[in-house]
C-alpha cells in the first residue's frame, strides 16, 4: 500500500496570509491527525479527523482548522501567519476508530513564515 | 494537563551496547503507548508500541516495558549499531480528551552511536 501523503512539501509564506495543506492518507484508513514539530515545542496535536468528523483537538488557537472528505483526505487551514507558525507540520493516518491506534505519519509539509 | 516527560535528552553509546530511554505520563488512563523513531529530515517512524494490558513487548532488538503503577513505560535497545542513530520520541494516548487518535509526545531522545 502506498504511505501517507501531503502536499505540498515546502511552503514559504508572508505574515498575514493564509494556507492550506494537504494530507492524503494510507488506503482504507479513516482517521488522520494533525501534528505540528517544532525545536522549541516539539510533536504537538493539531487535531483528529474521523469520517468527515473532528473528534478531538489540541490546544491551538482558532486561526487552525481542518476538514476531511468523503474519501478521508483531510486538510489542515492556518490564517492570518504569523511568524511562530513556521514548522513541519505531520499528519498521520490510522485503521484504528474506536481506541487509540497505530499512527503513520506522512512525510510533512515545511511552512516557513516571513 | 497531559503531559509526557522523556529522558534523557541525549544519549551516546558504543556500538553494540545497549541504551535506555525512559518516560513518565500523567494522565493515569492512558492506554496507548507508541515509540518512534525520527531520522534527520524525515518522518517519525513507529518502531513498537504497547497497550495499557500488556507489561512488556519485543521486537528483535527492541523491547518496550510499562509500569502502570508508577506510569512510566521504557524503550530498551540491545546490541546498538549506528544506524540507530536517530531521534527518538515517546507517547501516549490520554483517555479523559476522548481517546482515540490523539498522542501527546515526549521532547525526544537524540540517540548516537559511536562505532
Known amino acids: 500500500k502506498a504511505g501517507v501523503t501531503q502536499t505540498p512539501r515546502y511552503l514559504i509564506k508572508t505574515r498575514g496570509q493564509q494556507v492550506t495543506l494537504s494530507c492524503s492518507p494510507i488506503?482504507?484508513?479513516?482517521?488522520v491527525s494533525w501534528y505540528q514539530q517544532t525545536p522549541g515545542q516539539g510533536l504537538q496535536f493539531l487535531f483528529e479527523?474521523?469520517?468527515?468528523?473532528?473528534?478531538n483537538k489540541g490546544n491551538f488557537p482558532g486561526r487552525f482548522s481542518g476538514r476531511q472528505f468523503s474519501n478521508s483526505r483531510s486538510e489542515m487551514n492556518v490564517s492570518t501567519l504569523e511568524l511562530g507558525d513556521s514548522a513541519l507540520y505531520l499528519c498521520?493516518?490510522?485503521?484504528?476508530?474506536?481506541?487509540?491506534?497505530?499512527?503513520?505519519f506522512g512525510p510533512g509539509t515545511r511552512l516557513t513564515v516571513t | 494537563g497531559e503531559n509526557v516527560e522523556q529522558h534523557p535528552s541525549t544519549l551516546s553509546v558504543q556500538e553494540g551496547d545497549s541504551a535506555v530511554i525512559k518516560c513518565t505520563y500523567s494522565d493515569s488512563a492512558s492506554n496507548y503507548f507508541p515509540w518512534y523513531k525520527q531520522e534527520l529530515g524525515k518522518r517519525p517512524q513507529l518502531i513498537i508500541d504497547?497497550?495499557?494490558?500488556?507489561g512488556e513487548k519485543k521486537d528483535q532488538r527492541i523491547a518496550v516495558t510499562l509500569n502502570k503503577t508508577a506510569k512510566h513505560f521504557s524503550l530498551h535497545i540491545t546490541e546498538t549499531q549506528p544506524e540507530d542513530s536517530a531521534v527518538y520520541f515517546c507517547?501516549?494516548?490520554?483517555?479523559?480528551?476522548?481517546?482515540?487518535?490523539?498522542?501527546?509526545f515526549g521532547a525526544g531522545t537524540r540517540l548516537a552511536v559511536h562505532p
Open positions: 507517547a501516549a494516548s490520554p483517555m479523559f480528551s476522548g481517546g482515540y487518535n490523539k498522542l501527546i
Open positions: 504497547i497497550r495499557s494490558n500488556v
Open positions: 488506503s482504507g484508513h479513516r482517521s
Open positions: 479527523y474521523f469520517s468527515e468528523t473532528q473528534r
Open positions: 498521520a493516518s490510522s485503521l484504528a476508530s474506536g481506541t487509540s491506534g497505530q499512527q503513520y
